[in-house]
């Protein structure tokens, strides 16, 4: 049953009214552990002029990225702390974009000096600059991470980690294994080689989570010992990817790769150009809440592709999801490129409000003024208009017991080719 609610037009009024007084869209895009993935990598000594560049690395983001986010990039090593950075190979670079780049999109560097670029699709999206000192790409070993804020330093006040990628190899005097993906070089252990302590080394560092936005390339067996990948990249595997749970899956599967072992010298393709299409939706924010009497949720998305719709699903147990309101996409055909936003209030007791469109009608008899009668009629009739894209559940709502004082809610994003994907789930309290 299509039901118009009071507390959702209301909304759009203060929403149209910030926006009218100057509001302003946040530039940075704060990212978390995860959100940016490697998908290849080339390390190898330096190439001739005509040809490829070295120092290349690239990375697909499941998030979308602003204009004037920034970046930073070392190859310095953690163990407990991080390694000192130094003149030449060990240190950090920062990017701040120029450009918007969609979720799901690949970005290469290039970090070969008096070549700085940083690109998406052949286009730039700002240049690399070293941090003092610069960093190098170790061919013998090495780790490369991204991370935000601190300053540009890894170890900084409020540094976030985003993703970690290594390469380096360390093995026992007999040439037993150390490395693995579950810590990398396991700096910490009991008896690990001395020698093998450098600017190669690494532990996963605070704030990564192996398998899932820290990751280990592998060793390569010569049949009596491993020697390190100098180059590597993603080979494409499961492609087109209907999400960011789709590419996390992939790319994280080392069997996925293409290695070169070290001293090999063959070519390596970076960026991997598997990664062309955006994501259907990036769902920046939800957030939900227990008013008196209704659910408040207000949810932005970053960028939505072929979008029909979004169900609002609640739960006492967190189990059983009832669908309680469906509000239609706000993008032309399905599409933006910008952010929207939408907010929906649920009542959970009574009947649902008429809203103020009919209420702005019924005052039409109390107005002399044909100019205000008619700025009323138009006023109230867009607002109807609005209102109308979300249509209430009121059976779902019955079977609900807000009366504790939480609610668990999720939000279902269905495209318009019938695929679903769901929010993270909420607990919603008074």
């Known amino acids: 049953m299509l039901k118009i609610n009071y507390s959702k037009c209301t909304g759009l009024v203060l929403s149209l009214a910030l926006l009218l007084c100057g509001g302003k869209i946040k530039a940075q895009t704060d990212l978390a552990a995860g959100d940016l993935l490697f998908t290849g990598y080339d390390a190898q000594p330096g190439i001739t002029a005509s040809g490829p560049r070295f120092d290349r690395i690239s990375f697909v983001t499941l998030k979308k990225m602003t204009l004037g986010t920034v970046l930073y990039f070392t190859d310095r090593g953690y163990k407990g702390g991080w390694f000192a950075a130094n003149n030449n190979t060990e240190g950090s670079m920062s990017l701040t974009t120029t450009a918007v780049v969609e979720a799901g999109k690949e970005v290469v560097l290039t970090l070969t000096p008096g070549f700085y670029a940083a690109t998406v699709d052949g286009s730039s999206i700002g240049t690399p600059v070293a941090v003092s000192p610069r960093l190098s790409m170790g061919n013998t070993g090495d780790q490369f991470f991204i991370f935000q804020k601190g300053g540009g330093d890894p170890g900084g006040v409020g540094a976030v980690m985003i993703a970690g990628l290594h390469w380096n190899v360390v093995q026992s005097g007999s040439f037993a294994l150390i490395t693995s993906s579950a810590d990398w070089d396991n700096l910490n252990m009991a008896g690990h080689p001395s020698s093998t302590l450098s600017t190669t080394n690494s532990n996963i560092p605070p704030g990564l989570v192996a398998g899932q936005s820290a990751f280990f390339i592998g060793a390569h067996y010569t049949g009596s010992s491993y020697i390190n990948y100098e180059a590597a990249n993603f080979n494409g595997a499961g492609k087109p990817y209907a999400d960011a749970a789709a590419i996390r899956s992939a790319v994280l599967n080392v069997a996925n790769w293409s290695r070169v072992p070290s001293g090999n010298g063959a070519a390596v393709t970076v960026p991997t150009g598997h990664f062309t299409t955006a994501l259907p939706v990036t769902l920046h924010s939800v957030s939900a809440k227990l008013n008196a009497g209704s659910l408040q949720l207000d949810w932005r998305t970053l960028s939505e592709a072929n979008c029909d719709r979004f169900v609002v699903e609640a739960s006492n147990d967190g189990r059983s999801w009832i669908a309680l309101a469906t ?21 959970m007791a009574g009947t649902v409000l008429a809203g103020f469109g009919i209420f702005g009608l019924l005052l039409l008899p109390t107005v002399r003024k044909r100019w205000m009668k008619v ?56």
């Not at 779902?396 to 318009?416: C, F, H, T």
Request: net charge negative; proline share 3%; hydrophobic share 40%.
């Open 375 to 430: 700025g009323l009629m138009i006023f109230a009739v867009c607002l109807v208009a609005a209102c109308a894209k979300q249509e209430m559940n009121e059976e779902g709502l019955e079977k609900l017991d807000s009366a504790n004082g939480q609610l668990y809610v999720r939000l279902a994003q269905m495209d318009k080719d019938g695929r679903t994907n769901y929010s993270e789930t909420i607990l919603a309290k008074k």
């Open 327 to 347: 509000v239609k996409s706000k993008a032309t055909d399905g599409n933006s490129a910008v952010p929207l936003d939408y907010s929906l209030a649920v009542p």
